[in-house]
């Protein structure tokens, strides 16, 4: 530690259904990797892990040296963002060419040898990717927002304060379609394929989508052949770190609501592409009447990149932990442990299982309930559980809430007004509380909780910034959204009466 800072831990970020795999190596990339793509790590970074559950740790006066650090290189030659763009399609294609070749019949053939090098292979790789990837997040999340801040204070020098959200929201929208809306344009087609079926739509719309799963391939080959077809495509979407990835009865699910709502998928399909198309000309015309410097056009051509990047970015690397699955399965068959289990292995454990044949395992069974995993730069990476972990946790920071409160400031992500009972979304077991019309309060939204957030009147997250996954998909389906609101889910539960107006970022509990 650096003289002078006091060694605190505090909350950056929460994830829920993540391991020590493959988080440990996003925590390397931050004390390690950054050398050389940042040239500053964070210096310290930590996970606390409990039952399934994630809450990342930093130093955040150690967090905000870094994230100066690359700040002031963009300041000064916004072409280094660029080059991390395109770093990142690199180093996931890389990643994806790799996982697409595991398969199960050839793993069961391999070696133990054989399995730990495909296995160390795709931890390297992987590293590849958030060496770049994390880049992102240092420099626009929580409390260290240049992109946004740039955008935003520029905005605010030139127009009139009731502008400046609308301007902020479309000129930082990504005016490239992500995964979830290309997943959600090809459904419309086989939605307008199915309506040339009537008995198929009824069963659909008042049937029991596991039941009709396998009845689908007699009743209409066709339809079943190109859902099948999605599902094949675009079930990763949803894998994030360790699944499962989307099967038949989910899209059957997307049906039946589709249906419900009578959406008419070629008008809606249309009206996809007219607002892509609208997008990108509202775009030019608006930074053309702003009458921006060389610099300004730069960071303000950036802004949407990094948010379409960085979903980017994670929905690829979704893929590859969901084609890792065979190789993972064929490791724990052999160790004859879980793939839970292996999940809370690190490498030089998996090396000892698979070449030694010797797996602690207790050891990963206590790690299942709680153990912290403590990176720093240059030392050693410290994996602590039972008393250890316990008494590393007593130095978390826990901030005092005042929980009388009746509103919350935050980003608007989306313009927009909206109200409706507050539902508490953070895992996908949450999404069956949420019924259309409600709003959606999150610590932080990922892509396996799409079908709440197609059913939100509003979101709201705890986290996040410019480029969370709630601000793109909010822009994207056009939800009023206000984002970095820090204790939305403390302050708010389930069934509140809440008013989101994310014109001005506020969220007020309203009187039931």
């Known amino acids: 530690m650096p003289k002078g800072i006091q060694k605190k831990w505090h909350i950056i970020a929460n994830e829920y259904v993540v391991s020590l795999f493959p988080i440990f190596l996003m925590l390397e990339s931050f004390t390690r990797g950054f050398k050389k793509t940042v040239g500053q790590t964070v210096g310290e970074i930590a996970i606390k892990l409990v039952n399934h559950s994630s809450t990342y740790l930093v130093v955040p006066a150690l967090w905000q040296k870094a994230h100066l650090h690359f700040k002031e290189k963009v300041q000064n030659n916004p072409d280094v963002l660029v080059k991390v763009f395109q770093n990142i399609k690199t180093t996931t294609r890389n990643l994806l060419a790799f996982t697409s070749k595991l398969k199960a019949r050839e793993l069961a053939l391999a070696s133990n040898a054989q399995l730990y090098q495909l296995y160390h292979r795709f931890c390297q790789l992987n590293r590849q990717v958030y060496d770049y990837g994390l880049i992102i997040g240092l420099l626009d999340f929580s409390d260290t927002t240049f992109l946004s801040d740039a955008v935003r204070n520029k905005l605010q020098q030139l127009l009139p304060a009731n502008k400046v959200s609308q301007y902020f929201t479309l000129l930082t ?217 316990q008494k590393f946790c007593r130095n978390i920071a826990q901030p005092k809430i005042d929980k009388s409160l009746k509103q919350l400031s935050g980003s608007t992500a989306f313009v927009g007004k909206a109200s409706g009972r507050a539902v508490i979304v953070n895992t996908p077991d949450d999404m069956k509380k949420m019924s259309k019309g409600d709003v959606l309060i999150s610590f932080a939204t990922n892509p396996n909780l799409m079908p709440a957030i197609l059913k939100a009147s509003a979101i709201v997250t705890d986290e996040g910034g410019l480029t969370c996954h709630a601000a793109i998909v909010s822009r994207e389906f056009k939800i009023p959204c206000v984002v970095g609101t820090k204790i939305a889910t403390k302050i708010f539960k389930d069934g509140d009466r809440v008013e989101v107006d994310a014109n001005k970022g506020v969220v007020r509990k309203l009187n039931n």
């Not at 992500?178 to 307008?192: A, C, F, G, M, T």
């Not at 059957?252 to 609208?278: S, T, V």
Request: contains cysteine.
């Open 173 to 389: 929208t990504p005016s490239q379609a992500s995964y979830d809306r290309k997943q959600e344009i090809n459904l419309l087609k086989i939605l307008k394929a199915i309506q040339h079926y009537p008995k198929l739509m009824a069963l659909i719309k008042t049937g029991e989508p596991a039941a009709l799963v396998n009845k689908l391939s007699k009743i209409s080959p066709v339809i079943f052949q190109k859902l099948r077809a999605h599902q094949q495509k675009y079930c990763w979407l949803i894998y994030v770190y360790e699944g499962p990835a989307a099967d038949l009865v989910y899209y059957l699910l997307y049906l039946k609501d589709f249906l419900k709502q009578n959406i008419n998928p070629l008008e809606q399909i249309n009206k996809r592409k007219q607002e892509l198309a609208g997008l990108k000309r509202q775009q030019k015309e608006y930074l053309n009447s702003l009458k921006l410097n060389s610099y300004h056009k730069k960071i303000f051509q950036l802004a949407p990149q990094a948010g379409w990047y960085k979903i980017y970015r994670r929905a690829r690397q979704s893929q590859s932990y969901w084609q890792l699955e065979p190789l993972l399965s064929e490791i724990a068959k052999r160790l004859k442990i879980t793939v839970k289990q292996l999940r809370m292995m690190l490498p030089a454990e998996v090396q000892r299982g698979l070449i030694d044949c010797r797996v602690n395992i207790s050891q990963i069974n206590q790690r299942l309930s709680l153990c912290v995993y403590h990176a720093s730069d240059g030392r050693p990476a410290k994996l602590l559980a039972g008393r250890q972990a």
